[in-house]
T-cell receptor, first 112, second 112 residues
Framework: DAGVTQSPTHLIKTRGQQVTLRCSPKSGHDTVSWYQQALGQGPQFIFQYYEEEERQRGNFPDRFSGHQFPNYSSELNVNALLLGDSALYLC???????????FGQGTRLTVV | SQQGEEDPQALSIQEGENATMNCSYKTSINNLQWYRQNSGRGLVHLILIRSNEREKHSGRLRVTLDTSKKSSSLLITASRAADTASYFCASYSGAGSYQLTFGKGTKLSVIP
């Protein structure tokens, strides 16, 4: 049973560029959430997708957008990258509200 | 904003000793979850304790929850070098929230 998988594992982008990160949820899970984790901090909630719709959004600008596909996989897009967007981006999947969330290994994004 | 705050921020112990980490949270919760993170990679789900539970065990892990004090503790018994990691508590931010909110974590170092 595959867990949550994310790609790529590492990425280097230039300021102003756009990036797309991908996530496949754990088998049987229908909900995908994205988190940003800066160095030395806990993960911060970006948004959650369920039934191909953004269900809840954290305090992130519109440069951060996402998508969920019919097979429940998800993408996180970040436009007009800033140096401050450098972080570990984590995807989590779950099945129901208030249950365990399982995380992928993350994508380390570096903006130069 | 941080829902959970872990204490201490860093903890260093000898192999074989017990490690205790504490977490405080702000709003009412349905459950509280503990995660482990090795070297800035993905989060590994350790244990979920529901608001109507006071204590829960999983292998060498023991979690307690005191909803009157809005606090939880994670005890790792007979620690091993492989337990070296950062530990986070997390909970959903209020009724109907899909946002899992984390503290800044406790960095545990187990010295062989």
């Amino acid at each position: 049973d595959a867990g949550v998988t994310q790609s790529p594992t590492h990425l280097i982008k230039t300021r102003g560029q756009q990036v797309t990160l991908r996530c496949s949820p754990k088998s049987g899970h229908d909900t995908v959430s994205w988190y940003q984790q800066a160095l030395g901090q806990g993960p911060q909630f970006i948004f959650q997708y369920y039934e191909e719709e953004e269900r809840q959004r954290g305090n992130f600008p519109d440069r951060f957008s996402g998508h969920q596909f019919p097979n429940y996989s998800s993408e996180l897009n970040v436009n007009a990258l800033l140096l401050g967007d450098s972080a570990l981006y984590l995807c989590a999947s779950s099945l129901k509200l208030n249950t365990e969330a399982f995380f992928g290994q993350g994508t380390r994004l570096t903006v130069v | 904003s941080q829902q959970g705050e872990e204490d201490p921020q860093a903890l260093s112990i000898q192999e074989g000793e017990n490690a205790t980490m504490n977490c405080s949270y702000k709003t009412s919760i349905n459950n509280l979850q503990w995660y482990r993170q090795n070297s800035g990679r993905g989060l590994v789900h350790l244990i979920l304790i529901r608001s109507n539970e006071r204590e829960k065990h999983s292998g060498r892990l023991r979690v307690t929850l005191d909803t009157s004090k809005k606090s939880s503790s994670l005890l790792i018994t007979a620690s091993r070098a492989a337990d070296t990691a950062s530990y986070f508590c997390a909970s959903y931010s209020g009724a109907g929230s899909y946002q899992l909110t984390f503290g800044k974590g406790t960095k545990l170092s187990v010295i062989p």
